[in-house]
């Protein structure tokens, strides 16, 4: 880099000074869980009122995948009260 292209430290730091990031912005779901907006609700599967993911079918998904991973060791307890609820 020649040194005429050179950023001084004053440049840097206004640059960066936009860096930071913010916290997550939360918006209520018509079925009362906070979800992010623009994103599907992790509760109800909804977005825009319309059903777009199967919450029972991802949930039944996941545990069989937990089982299989967990095929050589007993379930722990805590596991087993994640997959009730
Ligand atoms: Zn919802």
């Given at each position: 880099m020649v040194v005429r292209m050179r950023v001084n430290r004053s440049k840097t730091g206004?640059?960066?000074?936009?860096?930071a990031i913010s916290?997550?912005?939360?918006?209520?779901c018509?079925?009362?869980a906070?979800?992010?907006?623009?994103?599907a609700c992790p509760e109800c599967g909804k977005y825009n009122d319309k059903v777009v993911i199967d919450v029972v079918a991802r949930a039944n998904r996941e545990a069989r995948r937990a089982k299989r991973h967990s095929a050589d060791r007993p379930v722990t307890e805590k596991e087993s009260e994640a997959a009730a609820t």
């Open positions: 206004k640059r960066r000074s936009h860096h916290g997550v912005r939360l918006s209520t018509s079925c009362g906070l979800r992010q907006s623009h994103r």
